[in-house]
């Protein structure tokens, strides 16, 4: 996938004004309108005109994408950086739209694609009260002081990142939000806040936590709008999850395989005692059940049994494996010719 420079493509350094950005992609459109230009690439201008404009001149879009930092380069090689919509927090409600059909797969990677957040608005203009002509909040509140009728505020969206440990026993967490916001002049620039979140026991990865009152600011003496959290997981490097469901790799000795034996299995919240039933092979799938995350009903732990042999580095080592050897008639490759 090649990187998009979509100011870059507008002819804009990177702290243009949002009035800036209209008037540049006016102009470039209406020079490159495939009715107008008799430019061979005109179609194919215009397009990457409507991609980066859809882009910059929505507030949110713009500083999410202004997030991943300027070292890129159109037509670089690149990958979206891991969770790179950790704690960014959208406005307006969360769906998504295949509208952005026809844009590259650098944009459907980062707000229309199979792996983006779903929390983009649509690409064929519609947007949310905050973003029409550039409107700030102090200007909706303005615009409605005198309303009739109550205003609710928006629903906000943010996805933040939990331990495993938090899922399985429940935790009190500090959490920073960064939301777009456009200065007096039309700088798009980045506010924070902190907020104290209690990650309920048995939270599971994609689960969204509601926190009341704490999205958009309600118009007209209208009903504050409310936070929604969408949880991932981190990744843990022992444990590996689907839904409720966790699995671990248990490194176990031959004779422990071969004959059995009751090993400690560790896990996100304590350990556990688990039998290995004599004869188990490499690769062999235990259950632990229940001892996933915690629900109703709880998930399961599944440790796949991963036999460890001891090194031969000491002659008391070489001449205990010599005599193993000696001991059976066995060869690994019996059928493996065949």
């Known amino acids: 996938m090649k990187y998009r420079d979509y100011y870059e493509i507008l002819g804009l350094s990177r702290d243009a004004t949002q009035d800036g950005i209209r008037r540049a992609y006016r102009q470039l459109a209406r020079k490159y309108h495939p009715d107008v230009s008799r430019q061979a690439d005109a179609e194919e201008r215009f397009k990457e005109l409507g991609e980066a404009y859809t882009v910059l001149k929505d507030t949110e879009k713009r500083a999410a994408y202004d997030r991943m930092g300027s070292q890129w380069h159109e037509g670089q090689d690149f990958q979206p950086p891991p969770q790179w919509d950790e704690n960014f927090e959208f406005n307006g409600k969360e769906h998504r739209s295949r509208a952005n059909a026809d844009f590259s797969d650098f944009f459907e990677a980062l707000f229309g694609g199979e792996h983006a957040s779903g929390q983009w608005r649509q690409a064929d203009g519609s947007s949310s009260r905050a973003d029409h002509a550039g409107q700030t909040a102090n200007d909706l509140e303005d615009a409605y ?15 933040i990142t939990i331990d495993l440990e938090d899922a399985y026993l429940g935790a009190q967490r500090v959490i920073s939000l960064e939301t777009p916001v456009l200065d007096p002049q039309g700088h798009v620039s980045l506010r924070s806040r902190t907020l104290n979140v209690s ?30 959290l969408e949880i991932r997981l981190r990744d843990h490097p022992r444990f590996r999850v689907d839904g409720r469901d966790v699995s671990l790799d248990m490194p176990v ?30 690769g062999r799938r235990l259950r632990l059940k229940g001892m996933g995350i915690p629900g109703n009903p709880p998930g399961d732990v599944y440790v796949t049994l991963n036999i460890v042999l001891p090194p031969a580095d000491s002659d008391r080592a070489r001449a205990t494996w010599d005599r193993m050897r000696q001991a059976f008639d066995f060869d690994p490759r019996a059928d493996f010719y065949r």
């Open 145 to 159: 002081s005198g309303a009739q009728c109550p205003m609710p505020g928006q629903d906000h969206h943010a996805k």
């Open 253 to 282: 000795a031959p004779w422990e395989a071969a004959l059995g034996a009751d090993v400690t299995v560790p896990l996100p919240n304590g350990s556990v005692e688990m039998t290995i039933p004599p004869g188990c092979v490499g």
């Open 199 to 228: 990650i309920p026991k048995g939270t599971r990865s994609g689960q969204h936590l509601r926190l009341s009152g704490q999205g958009g600011t309600g118009y007209g003496h209208g009903r504050e709008g409310d936070l929604y």
